[in-house]
């Protein structure tokens, strides 16, 4: 689904205009309860059905997917694309007892682990989705959170149509987040798994993750999950499976436009929709559906990065709930 230029500004300007963001504390995670719900169903219930070894599809893929929740460690790092600052929250499966608040710069847990950059909204901030990245980086990810330079919460000035040039800056921060697998003396030496590359996002994060598979496509990218967003031009290259997530009375992104990016894709693709809900609500931690949300993007991830057969035979379940959630999919 191209679109045009001027669709694109008048995108950019109804989600500037409408908040577009996760300023609303319900989207925000400060109590790290012990024991991540979401992330802990869904690491038990791979452990009881675990896949079996030959299920893995290709000899590239990683060994395993965790059987349990992992600790998270979290740091910072300042990077760049030319004159654009990206700095960047990475959340990290670590050493140590699972559960808690990320502990910053803690040792990284042994093992190779699937790299996922997960994009924010207008106005919002990586930490505003800790209540996601940091589930999934116990569930086995390492998940980098770029600040885009012009539509972060403290952007001055603010400008939602340089929502354009985010595609480009989320590939970058691919591109050096990879690096530190061989950079001497850092941490997440021989950690990251260059070969398995996901990205995601909510709302104008969510037309970045999809603006990846498009124009200027990264064919490192394996795997996409736009939330409450919609396409930024057709999508180009080899086919990848792609995970939608709207509420079907979103005011700022319409539920329509999440459903045209759906069908207009012939690759493999799933479409969780929130019932009765709007631009993110669900994205709160105990909010009607976040259980559902952060199942089925963990499942879609464990599933495409890890081979996990398992995983992929649990979405639809951990999707649906009666007056909640529905999900479709033609994988």
Not at 237 to 255: E, I
């Amino acid at each position: 689904m191209p679109v045009r230029p001027l669709t694109r500004l008048a995108l950019c300007l109804t989600l500037a205009l409408a908040g577009c963001t996760s300023t609303d504390p319900r989207w925000r995670d400060a109590s790290a309860p012990p024991a991540p719900s979401g992330t802990a169903a869904v690491l038990a219930a791979a452990s009881a059905t675990p896949a079996p070894p030959s299920a893995s599809p290709s000899p590239s893929a990683p060994a395993g997917a965790p059987k349990a929740a992992l600790a998270v460690g979290v740091r910072t790092l300042k990077l760049s694309r030319g004159g654009r600052s990206l700095t960047t929250t990475v959340w990290y499966p670590a050493t140590g007892k699972a559960g808690g608040s990320p502990k910053a710069n803690a040792p990284v847990a042994p093992g190779r682990f699937p790299l996922v950059v997960f994009s924010h909204g207008l106005h919002g901030l990586p930490a505003y989705y800790e209540q996601i990245t940091r589930r999934l980086a116990a569930a086995g990810f390492v998940v980098a959170g770029p600040t885009y330079p012009f539509t972060n919460r403290d952007a001055n000035p603010f400008n939602a149509g340089d929502m354009g040039n985010q595609p480009a800056d989320a590939s970058e921060v691919i591109t050096r987040v990879l690096k530190l697998d061989t950079a001497s003396g850092d941490p997440l030496r021989g950690h990251l798994d260059a070969a398995h590359v996901a990205v995601g996002g909510h709302s104008a994060g969510g037309f970045t993750s999809a603006g990846i598979l498009a124009n200027k496509r990264d064919t490192r990218v394996k795997a996409a999950v736009v939330i409450a967003g919609g396409s930024m031009g057709a999508f180009k290259g080899a086919r990848t499976p792609v995970l939608f997530v709207h509420g079907d009375q979103d005011p700022t992104v319409t539920y329509q436009t999440g459903r045209g990016a759906y069908t207009g894709t012939s690759w493999p693709k799933g479409f969780l929709t929130l019932l009765g809900q709007g631009h993110g609500e669900y994205l709160g931690q105990g909010a009607k559906g976040f259980d559902q949300v952060i199942k089925t993007i963990t499942d879609f991830l464990r599933w495409t990065m890890y081979a996990d057969t398992a995983a992929k035979a649990r979405l639809s379940g951990d999707a649906t709930k009666s007056g909640v959630s529905k999900f479709e999919a033609k994988w």
